[in-house]
């Protein structure tokens, strides 16, 4: 395709849509169409995706069964905006959410339905702490990411979005996160004392919310015991523990709930992006019991559950999740991007590169953004949609569909392989 038919495809975008449009930048062709790993441009150009819509997409795009079964919901007239109404397409979705995830992990969660986006589901968790503890400060982790909205953005580190709010982003203490001094600090000791510690000037919060893996900070795994030692602290210190599982949950780093490894029972945790399997938008507050102080209609919306997502969401847990195939699959599949990873970053030793991540959600540290961002350019030319990650933009980050076959993952690594040695 000549550059002149490429731009011309572009500039209603150029010319219509807000400055603030980003992916269109990173990927300049106009996507039209996509099946599992695969996304079609509207010129026929093919590419694989490694990017999933930035976890949206674990099951892939278009999974012919969740369409099926939308399509039948629709054909049947079934409800599709109900404000948060009792539907069946509700019902169904909570007790197969009860059954084939909570029940079998000896947990037990309300559920609670916020927009339908995860800064929706931040915004409520936060709100909903403050109400039940009495306190209103809180503490996030360096690097992390939780969204845009106000609430969401004040638990959020990277400058660039903070500096973006217009009004200064408060009530948040930021504590450093695992790994964040070096493999050999535990920094859960520093929360501890500082917690502990009458004089230190950090007040005790409502609530700690954390990832346990960070995604859009640049894919940093924290280990399990140190994962354990926050949920220690917050039972200690009497501090709500919200775990934001939206990016790395629904299966990503290879079980359901990306802290199932370390045995967590958080009093929050939130989830979003894959929850509704088919792309739809659908935010989910796992909460519990005695933490349900809501009075009714105090948190409210127009748009509280979206019924089609619900009905393609029951359909994925009982696709993926009443067995272990897809865990073990996740597992496989991470191994073989990791060692790929380890590969090109030993083939390329004056650069420097780095692997990182758990399961499926891995990270290739190029150590500059600027270095990233010519890899990423130049897999894209080749291909590969793939994005970038981190405080500088310096990681990228390989998020392919769980359920990617081995070809297709094979070719997108071979891309972005050829592309570190074209680029570093
Ligand atoms: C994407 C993301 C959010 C925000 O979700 P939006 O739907 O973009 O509002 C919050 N937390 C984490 C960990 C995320 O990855």
């Known amino acids: 395709m000549s550059n002149e038919s490429k731009s ?83 019902r169904n979705f909570m007790e197969c959410f009860d059954a084939i995830i909570l029940r079998p992990r000896g947990l037990k969660y309300k559920f609670q339905f916020p927009g339908p986006t995860g800064a929706n589901a931040v915004e409520a968790a936060l709100k909903l702490a403050r109400n039940a503890t009495g306190r209103h400060g809180v503490i996030s982790f360096t690097n992390g990411f939780h969204g845009m909205s106000l609430g969401a953005l004040a638990v959020t580190g990277n400058r660039y979005y903070r500096d973006a709010a217009g009004i200064p982003p408060a009530g948040v203490a930021f504590m450093p996160y695992d ?115 809501w009075r009714p209609g105090e ?8 019924n089609l997502a619900f009905v393609t969401g029951a359909a994925a847990l009982r696709k993926y999740w009443t067995n272990d195939r897809l865990s073990a699959r996740v597992t496989e599949t991470g191994r073989i991007i990791s060692e790929r990873l380890h590969q090109v970053s030993q083939s390329n030793r004056a650069n420097r590169l780095s692997v990182r991540g758990r399961g499926m959600m891995l990270g290739l540290d190029c150590g500059t953004g600027e270095l990233a961002e010519r890899i990423v350019r130049k897999a894209f030319e080749e291909g590969l949609v793939v994005e970038r990650c981190g405080a500088e933009d310096q990681v990228i980050k390989v998020l392919p569909p769980l359920t990617i076959d081995e070809q297709t993952l094979q070719r997108g690594l071979d891309i972005l392989h050829k592309s570190v040695q074209a680029r570093a």
């Open 299 to 306: 948190h409210s919306g127009t748009f509280r559950g979206n």
């Open 179 to 293: 790994g964040y001094w070096g493999p050999d600090d535990d920094t859960s000791e520093y929360l501890d004392k500082v917690l502990a510690d009458a004089s230190s000037g950090v007040d005790l919060p409502a609530a700690i919310i954390m990832e346990t893996v960070q995604a859009e900070g640049g894919i940093n795994p924290a280990r399990k015991e140190w994962l354990q030692s926050i949920e220690r602290i917050c039972r200690n210190h009497g501090i709500l523990l919200i775990v934001d599982d939206i990016q790395a949950g629904c299966g990503r780093t290879g079980n359901f709930f990306s802290f199932d490894f370390a045995g967590l029972s958080p009093d929050i945790v939130l989830l979003s992006k894959s929850l509704s399997g088919s792309g739809l938008p659908l935010s989910l507050l796992l909460l519990k019991s005695e933490l349900d102080v």
């Open 8 to 90: 011309n495809s572009l500039s209603a975008f150029e010319s219509l849509e807000s400055n603030v449009r980003f992916y269109s930048r990173s990927f300049p062709v106009v996507f039209a169409k996509a099946a599992g790993a695969i996304l079609h441009d509207e010129n026929g150009c093919e590419f694989i995706d490694f990017l999933s819509g930035s976890g949206v997409l674990n099951y892939g795009h278009n999974d012919p069964y969740f369409l099926d079964e939308a399509t039948q919901y629709l054909r049947s007239n079934g409800m599709i905006h109900g404000l948060d109404m009792a539907t069946p397409a509700k």
